[in-house]
């Protein structure tokens, strides 16, 4: 049986986007013509995993060379938020920077989750510089038959 995905090309749309300004030497955060940021929303955006078991969603991101005091989780109106800021090194004068490949500076990832989840049973970890998100599903809730009366 062959896993179905759903496309989208907004995230394609993007990804092609960060190649093309990588190509041109337009790092995210950096300006571009006419004096704009290239991202306004974030400086730069971390790899995510997401995994479906029949008990919870599993996330995973990518954060290396940061700790968990430099991150923050949290779930608001059906939506996850993950944020945080990877700070630059100190350049030091004895110390000759060649190539800086790295992206540094804060960034925001937003999840719309959905309604089977159970927004308050999100558990966190951090280990190797790799996030991990556990969310449970939740029961889908009964509607409720409310009976009117005709006069």
Known sequence: MANITRWN???E???LMSRYNRLLGLTPGSEGPGGKDLFSSSDWTP?????????????????PGMSKD???????NGVLSIQGERKHEEETKDKKQ?????????F???FTLPENVDENSVQASFKDGVLSLTLTKAEPAEP???EVDVQ
């Open 98 to 106: 060649h190539r800086i490949e790295r992206f540094y500076g804060r």
């Open 13 to 15: 749309l993007d990804d």
């Open 70 to 76: 430099d991150v923050k989780v949290t779930v608001q």
């Open 9 to 11: 090309p907004i995230s």
């Open 144 to 146: 409720k038959a409310i």
């Open 47 to 63: 790899a995510v995993d997401i995994k479906e078991t029949p008990e919870a969603f599993n996330i995973e991101a990518e954060l």
């Open 108 to 110: 925001l990832r937003r």
